[in-house]
């Protein structure tokens, strides 16, 4: 079993930075895939960034792309998404997620394992 707290969410204004960090229980962190979605108002929950078990490769959703940073700290447990250039569209609840390695997509909601309970990131313009 897993557990994955959040943090670090908050409010800022269009141009700020935020990083999120989500710490996991367990000790075998290190074989997971990490992946961080976000929910945004009256919106389906949607892929943000996902990193390979061993941090090696990294796949962001074409609007983070270029801002946003994914990364990940198998002795702290811990994953982490670095927000730059944040736009108001950027406002929901952001989720990490964690799977063992699967031959499924990693932008594939169904096959996460474990999920946070959320943190709110709201840009204001």
């Known amino acids: 079993q897993v557990q994955l707290v959040e943090s670090g969410g908050g409010l800022v204004q269009a141009g700020g930075s935020l990083r999120l960090s989500c710490a996991a229980s367990g000790r075998t962190f290190s074989t997971y895939r990490m992946t961080w979605f976000r929910q945004a108002p009256g919106k389906e929950r949607e892929f943000v960034a996902s990193?390979?078990?061993?941090?090696?490769?990294?796949y962001y959703a074409g609007s983070v792309k270029g801002r946003f940073t994914i990364s990940r700290d198998n002795a702290k447990n811990t994953v982490y998404l670095q927000m730059n250039s944040l736009k108001p569209e950027d406002t929901a609840v952001y989720y990490c997620?964690?799977?063992?390695?699967?031959?499924?997509?990693?932008?594939?909601?169904?096959?996460?394992?474990?999920w946070g309970q959320g943190t709110q990131v709201t840009v204001s313009s």
């Open positions: 997620a964690a799977r063992v390695p699967s031959s499924n997509y990693y932008w594939e909601q169904s096959s996460y394992d474990y």
């Open positions: 990193i390979r078990y061993s941090g090696g490769s990294t």
